[in-house]
């Protein structure tokens, strides 16, 4: 079975960071993404709010740079989770989605980012016991790596540019 899922939108609250009893960081926030699309000639547009979750470092990576409005693309598992809410007794249950990579895409300046395109992943790190990675393929005995290609030499003219002439 596959599950994978990536949304990018705007954080919609800060991040709420804690700490596991074994020290392992745990970061929730939700993220709105949108789309746009038109009906009947009216054009209109739908949100989707998705609470969203860190484990480890990546739960303390988003905490230092990510604020409410933030943009940012994540990709990651959806997850099901069921409670008893202790106000009413009654089982409540929502989707949400375990952050595995993030990459922050607000430009410098907004929304607390510190760069226009920064990636963070804590695959494996994430405090969360997921199930074991299955074995990665080894090649035959008879595999060898190809040679490397040797570069072609460079047989460009070399052209006098006086600096004055560039427009930059």
Known sequence: MYNKVILVGNLTRDIELRYSQNGSAIAKTAIATSRKFTVNGEKKEETCFVDITFFGRSGEVANQYLRKGSKILVEGRLSFEQWVDQTNGQKRSKHSVIVETMQMLDSRGE??????????????????????????????????????????????????????????
Do not use: V
């Open 111 to 168: 929304g607390g980012s510190q760069g226009g395109y920064n990636e963070y992943s804590d695959a494996g790190n994430s405090g969360y016991d997921a199930p074991a990675p299955k074995a990665a393929y080894t090649p035959p005995p008879s595999y060898s790596k190809p040679a490397p290609a040797r570069m072609p030499e460079n047989n460009l003219p070399e052209i006098d540019i006086n600096e004055d002439e560039i427009p930059f």
